[in-house]
């Protein structure tokens, strides 16, 4: 539902009600609200606009995730007790709750338009990985040696890790748009984005305490790192708290070109080798913090009419050859380009 009051104030009212097989009935509601505090004029303040926004919603998990569940891994092979002491529960939808507002000012007859918004997310519910060398402490029932067979079965059939809901964060910060219009050719836009996230619950950090393992520690230093999933208080992985980017487009009758660019800084993440050194033991690892590298990615792009019928067009990604790995095991391109023709059929009829 949605409506308008004296074309001043606008609201949105809506959800979805859902119904999964394996998850039950989900609902999202959401809604929003602007207000005109000035209408658009021309001038030099041409347009003040106040923003709200709500949102519940919930993400079905992949099918991998629900293979490979660690409640249906336990319940099968002999882990009750473990169920009972974690609060283990079948796998459940991950869950999100957003809260946004801002306000969108324009200025010289809404050539330059500024917008920035605050925002508060709570992510609950979230999917996190166990990794096969805490087996042993879940399957208490079990011989060291019928735990190796099971570990050595496991990795066979590609279950290198068991998936659960036990990761929840709050995500808050404020983000900025500038855009504006240099004649008819001309557009540019830029913006940036602050992250302040913080971990409330993890895996790491509550149930092994539960079942009597500490956190992996940095080379026997004492230092606590989540080995597959970041610590309580820690920042989440892959979440860099600073983003940025800039673009600029040029557009006649003949000829357009666009350039592109982004930003991001340096953010927590995990080599993932917990126990995976020569002794079984966690030397290999490295402190979460800032340990994916910040980096900046340039494109230039163009497209020349040379028919009415025919194009060609270029693009030329990566121009400085920035070769970094967000995340880690995922290394970009390097300067990389390609080119093309665009041929159009038949003739667009106006009425």
Do not use: C
Request: proline share 5%.
């Amino acid at each position: 539902m949605h409506g308008d009051l004296k074309t001043r104030f606008f609201y949105t009212l809506g959800g979805d009600l859902e119904h999964y097989s394996q998850f039950g009935t989900q609902t999202s509601p959401r809604a929003g609200f602007s207000l005109y505090a000035l209408r658009p004029r021309k001038g030099i303040f041409s347009g003040t606009r106040v923003v709200f926004n709500y949102g519940d919603a919930v993400r079905e998990p992949s099918l991998t995730d629900q293979f490979y569940s660690l409640y249906n891994f336990l319940e099968s092979n002999g882990g009750q007790s473990t169920v009972q002491q974690l609060h283990i529960s079948p796998l459940a939808a991950p869950a999100t709750r957003t809260y946004e507002g801002g306000v969108e000012q324009a200025f010289f007859s809404q050539r330059l338009i500024f917008r920035t918004n605050f925002f508060h997310n709570e992510y609950g519910r979230q999917i996190e990985y166990v990794g096969l060398d805490l087996i042993p402490e879940l399957l208490p029932n079990l011989t060291a040696a019928e735990q190796k067979l099971l570990e050595q079965f496991l990795v066979a059939n590609g279950a290198y890790e068991q998936s659960l809901n036990t990761e929840a964060y709050r995500a808050l910060g404020v983000e900025t748009t500038v855009e504006s219009g240099i004649g008819r050719s001309l557009f540019f836009r830029g913006g940036y984005t602050y992250l302040d996230a913080v971990i409330q619950r993890s895996f790491s950090s509550d149930n092994e305490e539960l079942i009597g393992i500490t956190p992996s520690t940095f080379a026997d230093t004492g230092i606590p790192i989540g080995s597959g999933s970041p610590l309580k208080g820690a920042r989440p992985f892959r979440r860099a708290p600073h983003t940025g980017f800039f673009t600029a487009s040029y557009a006649q009758k003949m000829l357009t070109a666009s350039f592109t660019s982004a930003f991001v800084s340096r953010s927590d993440d995990s080599d993932f080798l917990g126990g995976y050194d020569l002794n079984g033991l966690n030397s290999l690892l490295l402190p979460n913090r800032n340990l994916d590298s910040g980096y900046a990615k340039l494109d230039l792009g163009a497209s020349v009419k040379l028919l009415s019928w025919l194009s060609i067009y270029g693009q030329a990604e990566n121009l400085t050859d920035n070769q970094h790995i967000a995340p880690i095991g995922y290394p970009s391109l390097p300067f990389n380009f390609h080119v093309g023709l665009r041929i159009e059929l038949g003739k667009m009829s106006s009425r």
